[in-house]
């Protein structure tokens, strides 16, 4: 069975007001669940759930299925921005730890196609 990669990551809140604040966020991949899923948890327990390759595909140009949406900003930031009844929910991470997260989930990957049966 292969492990869950969790990382943690710093993300600032973007809001209407000119103050940004930060929160830590739990990066969760578990491949025996679904090997196409990442997970954004937040304080308070707010989940995000998408897949890996809009994660990846949004740290090179922009992209969005369903109610997320994705895009670089500069060479070293994400924003994420999600789409809820409630409202629009906008999130800015450095990129480094999300490299590193994605950069686990494709080695994860690759040992378990490459794992004798």
């Not at 897949?51 to 997320?68: K, M, W």
């Amino acid at each position: 069975m292969p492990p869950v990669i969790e990382e943690q990551a710093e993300a600032r809140l973007i809001t209407e007001a000119t103050d940004t604040f930060s929160v830590p966020v739990d990066l969760r991949y578990d491949a025996a669940v679904d090997p196409r899923t990442v997970h954004l948890t937040f304080p308070g327990g707010t989940d995000w759930a998408f897949g890996r390759d809009l994660l990846e595909g949004g740290l090179h140009s922009p992209t969005g299925h369903g109610a997320i949406r994705i895009w670089p900003c500069g060479r070293a930031q994400l924003v994420v921005e999600r789409h809820s009844p409630d409202g629009v929910e906008v999130v800015q991470f450095d990129n480094a730890p999300l490299i590193r997260f994605l950069d686990r989930t494709h080695g994860e990957t690759r040992k378990s196609e490459t794992a004798p049966a």
